[in-house]
């Protein structure tokens, strides 16, 4: 069976959900920037199991460079086999888990071209709370 190509009306419809995802992962970065860079990222708590989540990408993730993330650790076949699991435990239990949002590449930066990669929320959560407890984002405050 042959697979339809989608009508002009439903590719519009394609590209507005798309522009849609795009306007809310943009204004997710820049909140969470904003917060960063203003008070101790130390004392964030992004969701109210920050230190599970902690622990649990510190065991299943310990080759990943919080400093400078490679995305080969996050978009490459075996990186996606090992992430799923992890993702979906946390289905019930933190919101929006499994939305697209985006991924500053080094935590001394700012959310740039250059500087993003997408990724999905839990993804966003592991790394973002691991680099705030271990300070990596702490150069950031008053930097705005």
Known sequence: ????????????????????????????????????????????RLTNIDDEILKDFEENFPEIDLVHLDEKHFKSPEAKEKWRPFVNKYEKRVKEFNFGTLLRIDCREDYTEQNTMFGIRMQFYAVEIARNKKGLNDSLRNKQ
């Open 1 to 44: 069976m042959a697979m339809r190509l989608p009508s002009a009306d439903e590719l519009e419809q394609l590209e507005d959900i798309e522009k849609q995802w795009a306007v809310k992962a943009m204004h997710h970065a820049e909140t969470y920037f904003k917060l960063i860079s203003t008070i101790d990222p130390r004392q964030l």
